[in-house]
């Protein structure tokens, strides 16, 4: 067993009105077969005419989308309403028909994980919310070149393993009351300033 290393994926800042949702979508939508209705054959006195199938796409979103939904009291405390969904698309191919010889189409395989919190903290405090596992195996073949594919006595010359690899996505968040003008402009001048370090640090790892 190894310890892994933690990756932050996103770090975004939005704005919300009290009781007013807001939304955090990280990834990509990708279109998938999701019908196809058979074509025909169309016969007149001049010709016979084909009909192609009708194939029907519909988008799948993959990755990281976040719901807040904050309600904030009369003392500052702020009650946020938290669902977080991680979805993974990945593609399976699957025939078109039960009929010999019919084509393969790309098919998507939707793999979610989620989970619903209610969670109250004053302003300013950070939130930690966790729990969203998710397990993926790895099969790898190491082998001596030329030797590990001879038949038979080959199998002595190479070795397989299944790496079995555990990640645990977790949210932090900070809710903030912006109560005056003025500290909304603290807020975009901070946040400007942390635009700018970001960007010093990305130009000092450049190579030269």
């Known amino acids: ?6 990756h932050v994926l996103s ?19 990708e279109p998938f077969i999701t019908n196809i209705a058979p074509g025909n054959t169309t016969i007149s006195s001049a010709a016979a005419v084909a009909v192609p199938p009708t194939i029907t796409y519909q988008p799948f979103f993959s990755g990281i989308s976040l719901d807040v939904t904050p309600q904030i009291d009369e003392r500052d405390r702020v009650t946020l309403h938290v669902h977080a969904l991680v979805n993974s698309i990945t593609e399976k191919q699957k025939a078109s028909s039960t ?4 084509p393969s189409v790309p098919l998507a395989i939707n793999s979610v994980n989620e989970t619903d919190s209610v969670v109250k903290t004053p302003d300013g405090l950070m939130v930690v919310i966790g729990g969203l596992m998710t ?14 594919d001879v038949p038979v006595a080959g199998a002595l010359f190479r070795k397989g393993e299944q790496a079995s690899t555990k990640r645990e996505l977790v949210i932090l968040i900070k809710p903030t009351v912006v109560k005056m003008d003025s500290d909304w402009a603290d807020d975009i001048a901070a946040t400007g300033r942390r635009i700018d370090r970001m960007n010093e640090s990305a130009q000092g790892s450049r190579p030269n």
Do not use: M, Y
Request: glycine share 12%; charged share 20%; net charge positive.
């Open 99 to 102: 009929a010999a010889g019919s």
């Open 1 to 6: 067993e190894t310890h892994g290393s933690v």
């Open 11 to 29: 770090s975004p800042r939005i704005a919300t009105l009290n009781n007013q949702k807001a939304v955090i979508k990280v990834g990509v939508e």
């Open 135 to 148: 397990e993926s195996t790895d099969n790898r073949r190491a082998a001596i070149p030329g030797l590990g």
